[in-house]
């Protein structure tokens, strides 16, 4: 007597596509979670980035007792001075700063150039070479006029609003507009057409886009003053660095002067970017 060959049975066609409904579901629901994660690490990376900058900052300051020259134009940056205290002292040695003119990006065997990963916001997609300013490497992090402008000495007790009160480095965007907004990022060699390649004010508020031509500076912002801004692709603010050492990230929210153009008055941003008004600094 024969007996039947028992049957498989297998999946209907409607269960297969349930299942790939379920899994499109599951990844759509995982792929935020992962680029907010990523997000997270790469705003952890630019917070310790701008922790370096400050500490190398007060160790030039404990070293020379006064903090870098801001760079007048056509010379070497605060950024450069730096660079022995920021684990960069054999670019620092080969560039051999002496406060003469800099010379272009290629004719210094392109040092320059060099990318540098303690002055490149993770979160930025820009390029690492400033085609706004001679084609240097670029740079996320410029610091406060306040604290380094041309030949500038200031020391901390020149800070008489308080170190914790008062910011030092901040954070500027590299994009051509198209991600997501315009904004002339800056460059660590030198101060080229602008103050605003190599430091910011509060002029404007937090999270201000560039309102003059790319590339090059500074037509169409000559009233305006955009090219000494602070903007972040990070939501909701930017990073910055105070005078004694904490990182701190400082919502675009932040009450400002609503008179564009103005580094003064008594508002939270521009009290935390001078360094002597004297005026109570609210919560932020």
């Not at 400033?130 to 410029?142: D, K, R, T, V």
């Not at 560039?210 to 990070?234: E, F, K, M, Q, W």
Request: charged residues 15%; contains cysteine; glycine residues 8%.
């Amino acid at each position: 007597m024969s007996s039947k060959p028992k049957s498989t049975r297998g999946f209907t066609l409607i269960e297969l596509l349930v299942v790939i409904a379920i899994i499109a579901i599951l990844i759509a629901l995982l792929l935020p979670a992962v680029q907010q994660a990523r997000e997270a690490a790469r705003r952890s990376q630019c917070k310790n980035n701008l922790k370096q900058i400050g500490l190398a900052m007060h160790n030039y300051h404990d070293t020379h007792r006064t903090m870098p020259l801001g760079g007048a134009t056509d010379k070497y940056a605060w950024s450069v001075f730096i660079l022995p205290f920021a684990d960069q002292a054999p670019l620092y040695n080969a560039i051999s700063p002496n406060g003469q003119n800099v010379p272009s990006a290629t004719a210094n065997s392109n040092r320059l150039r060099t990318v540098l990963s303690v002055f490149k916001c993770p979160s930025d997609v820009g390029a690492d070479i400033n085609a706004n300013f001679s084609n240097y490497g670029s740079s996320n992090y410029p610091v406060s006029l306040q604290i380094a402008l041309d030949n500038s000495r200031v020391r901390l007790r020149d800070i008489t609003d308080g170190t914790s009160n008062t910011v030092m480095v901040g954070e500027r965007v590299l994009s051509n507009g198209d991600k997501p907004f315009k904004s002339m990022g800056a460059i660590w060699a030198s101060k080229k057409a602008t103050a605003g390649s190599m430091g910011f004010e509060a002029k404007q508020r937090i999270g201000t886009p560039y309102a003059g031509t790319i590339p090059g500076c500074c037509s169409g912002d000559l009233t305006t003053v955009t090219r000494t801004n602070v903007n972040s692709l990070h939501v909701g603010g930017a990073h910055f660095v105070l005078c004694d050492g904490s990182v701190r990230f400082i919502s675009d929210n932040i009450q400002s002067n609503p008179t564009l153009g103005q580094n003064g008055g008594n508002y939270i941003w521009q009290n935390l970017y001078n360094k002597q008004d004297g005026n109570v600094l609210g919560e932020f």
